[in-house]
T-cell receptor, first 113, second 114 residues
């Protein structure tokens, strides 16, 4: 069964600090891994998409890594800001008809001043 | 507008009533998805459209749920005889359909069944 597990479920950090969110998956056959940011009351917004051959991708202060051998990904946030407070969702796409997406449960990040 | 638009943004209905939720995808996007998100929970897949056809409707929770897409554009999700457990945020997303294309989400319709 395709699964995506994220940790931690929630995290509180102080403004300016760095943090790393984890994602483990068992989706097969693998097509790509995506990280989304979801602000409260809004739809998710894409941060990065990584294919099998990519092991790191950055989007501003967000850096995602992918280890396709161990089926793990991480999202590192540098110099956190209050606006980073949101849920971060890891999504893995399978290489099949319809490119089925499996969503993780998300990590809820709160950045405090 | 340039993004995915959903209407209404909020809907309160009485148990047993039917509701229709609307999604206007980004122009030219061939793929359209419906998801459901209960409070504090992850996204639950409902149905996927490629053009006007729905090759995957495996996530629809019961036969009270149906969806259609016309003209390869607007989609409506219909819930008949609503139940309290249907209360959730219903999110629509569209993409250009390529395997590595990002999904663009609307801000959802918050449905409350009283």
């Amino acid at each position: 069964k395709n699964q995506v597990e994220q940790s931690p479920q929630s995290l509180i950090i102080l403004e300016g600090k760095n943090c790393t969110l984890q994602c483990n998956y068992t989706v097969s056959p693998f097509s790509n891994l995506r990280w989304y940011k979801q602000d409260t009351g809004r739809g998710p917004v894409s941060l990065t998409i990584m294919t099998f051959s990519e092991n790191t991708k950055s989007n501003g202060r967000y850096t995602a890594t992918l280890d396709a051998d161990t089926k793990q990904s991480s999202l590192h946030i540098t110099a956190s800001q209050l606006s980073d407070s949101a849920s971060y969702i890891c999504v893995v796409s399978a290489r099949n008809a319809g490119n089925m997406l499996t969503f993780g449960g998300g990590t809820r990040l709160m950045v405090k001043p | 507008g340039a993004g995915v638009s959903q209407s209404p943004s909020n809907k309160v209905t009485e148990k047993g009533k039917d509701v229709e939720l609307r999604c206007d995808p980004i122009s030219g996007h061939t793929a359209l998805y419906w998801y459901r998100q209960s409070l504090g929970q992850g996204l639950e897949f409902l149905i996927y459209f490629q053009g006007n056809s729905a090759p995957d409707k495996s996530g629809l929770p019961s036969d009270r749920f149906s969806a259609e897409r016309t003209g390869g554009s607007v989609s409506t999700l219909t819930i008949q005889r609503t139940q309290q457990e249907d209360s959730a945020v219903y999110l629509c997303a569209s993409s250009s359909g390529g395997p590595h294309s990002p999904l663009h989400f609307g801000n959802g319709t918050r449905l409350t069944v009283t």
